[in-house]
């Protein structure tokens, strides 16, 4: 699989609240396909909220050959995001003073982090995409790019998410920005050993939002943690289901930042499409609800679809049966590629005319 991997440089960004970031670089990972002209071969692949630009890294199944997205075809795209941690601009990136930016990495909106890649995309000489699709943060940019630039692409498909954050799930980020800020070794941000305590903390908070009660219930039951020790015994020994938690954090500290957890979970909490309906758009709008969802529920994808189908634009609703909840964008990419395929041909069909 051909693949191309870029440091673009965007220059100085203005973000929404107003401040601007001078000297913004987009990590972009490219596979498969040149590029068309009209960019009728070209997908946009967000990242959700601890990925990066390296698609297949975690997104195989519906990226590779005879995927989905299929190299030989098409021609996949995928930047870090703004505050990232994977090779763009972000709270580990150095501020002009020299010294990394830390806490005083302004805030960010989805929107500000689609322009930056509409910026990097445009430097690369990919004016427009065909299709753009994401999970959860990934879907919120989906959703942005269909929007705010409905001029450059032609299907968005937002996966486990919907034009805003409901107060459940704001709150369930405060948390776990709360378990990062408490770790005595954050220091106001200004750590060089990383909290991993409260890394570890926000990650199996939010992890209890990402996999369905039905998924814990099987899998892990009421049974003692595989790894040993007796809860009946000794109350510090685990439960099999205490043991996963903990395991996930382990393997999250390793490689994530949390300055930039605190940036991106801050991000997703201030998106807010509601009201931003009309006018109608020329993007096709594919909303894909997951089944046991804890943080984006299907019931409130569907309303979603619904409201921006009143207001005008091409919008369908699609669901995905599973027991793995909101993770099933990437538990489970072959159904959701199955489930995606036959308007994905008919969108591309269209795209070329």
């Known amino acids: 699989m051909t693949t191309a991997e870029d440091d673009v440089e965007i220059g100085a960004l203005e973000l929404s609240s107003g401040a601007t970031i001078p000297n913004v670089v987009q990590r972009v990972t490219r596979y498969g396909c040149a590029p068309l002209a009209d960019g009728s071969n070209v997908v946009y692949a967000a990242h959700a909220l601890t990925g990066s630009s390296r698609v297949v890294e975690w997104w195989d199944g519906l990226v590779g050959a005879e995927a989905l997205f299929d190299p030989e075809r098409w021609c996949i795209v995928s930047a870090n995001v703004l505050g990232g941690c994977y090779g763009s601009t972000g709270p580990s990136s150095p501020a002009p003073d020299g010294r990394r930016w830390g806490p005083r990495f302004p ?63 704001i709150a369930q980020n405060f948390v776990a920005r709360e378990a990062i800020r408490l770790d005595p070794k954050f220091q106001d941000g200004w750590y060089d050993e990383p909290p991993v305590d409260g890394l570890r903390l926000a990650r199996a908070i939010a992890t209890l939002t990402y996999k369905s009660e039905d998924l814990f219930e099987h ?39 949390a300055n930039t957890y605190r940036v991106l979970t801050r991000a ?28 984006y529920p299907p019931q409130y994808v569907w309303e979603c679809t619904a409201r921006w189908a009143e207001a005008g634009w091409d919008a369908e609703y699609r669901h995905l049966p599973t027991t793995h909840g909101h993770d099933a964008f990437l538990a489970e990419p072959k159904a959701l590629a199955s489930l995606l395929r036959d308007g994905l041909e008919s969108a591309v069909a269209l795209s070329r005319g």
């Open 107 to 169: 805030v960010v909106t989805v929107a500000d982090m689609v322009e930056a890649q509409r910026r990097a995309l445009r430097a690369l000489g990919i004016p427009r995409v065909a299709v753009t699709i994401g999970g959860s943060l990934g879907g919120q940019q989906a959703m942005q790019w269909a929007r705010g630039y409905d001029d450059a692409v032609d299907h968005a498909i937002v996966v486990g998410t919907y034009d805003h954050l409901r107060a459940q799930g």
């Open 219 to 257: 899998r892990f039951g009421n049974r003692p943690d595989r790894a040993g020790g007796d809860p009946a015994r000794r109350i510090d020994d685990r439960f099999d289901v205490e043991g996963y938690l903990a395991h996930q954090g382990d393997v999250f500290v390793d490689r994530f930042d």
């Open 268 to 295: 997703m909490d201030l998106f807010d499409m509601r009201g931003h309906e009309r006018p109608a758009g020329g993007a096709r709008l594919t909303f894909v609800g997951i089944e046991g969802d804890q943080l």
